[in-house]
């Protein structure tokens, strides 16, 4: 069933607001695309909490996110957002076989998975650990959004360190930031919970934190 959304402007900030259960129509999936591919940052729902990001390619879009959000680059935990795992391999070091099992059984989930980041990212944002998250969300709007690019989305969950103070209301979200980002997708309000962290660097997966993915 086709959703009832609205949207406004508040100030020069997109605002789409979509209901719980709806599906994004062409024209939402134009609009967010496109404020993506010309240099944009946007607040959108996760399968955890609202996150902030740009397309991996939009340097500048990730300075901006870094100073909004008051984290050294070289020490951000920025996740790279993907649909599927169809393109994983380009952005990853090779990885053995059984964990690439483990991470598709996973997926798509409220799970994080630390890999080596390749070239192709490491030359995209400055990481001391040459280390990278990898996140598939069981968000099928996110999903859909992340399919219309032609690369994956950069982004860090939007907090202040502490997680009782996760940000999962996109109307507050929408009064803090309305003069900093370029659009928010508001899918009602997120349950705080956070991922559940895999690290994937090694021959084994190590739990890193445990958060609302069942391991």
Partial sequence: MLNTKTKKALKEMEYIKIEEYGDLQYNDIQTITDILNN?????FPTDSVYSLGCKMSNKKGIERIIKLTGKVEKKSNLS????????????????NNTIFRSVKNLVPGPYTFIFKAS???TKSFENT???VGIRIPAHDLLRQIIAALDEPLISTSLNSGDLESLSNDPFELSKQY???VDLIIDNGPSDGGVTTVLNCTNEDIELIRQGKGEI
């Fill in 39 to 43: 240099g944009g940052i946007v607040i």
């Fill in 80 to 95: 790279l957002f993907f649909s599927d795992m169809k393109s994983l391999s380009s952005y990853t070091q090779n990885y």
């Fill in 119 to 121: 070239k192709q990212v």
């Fill in 129 to 131: 650990k040459k280390e």
């Fill in 178 to 180: 309305e003069n900093d």
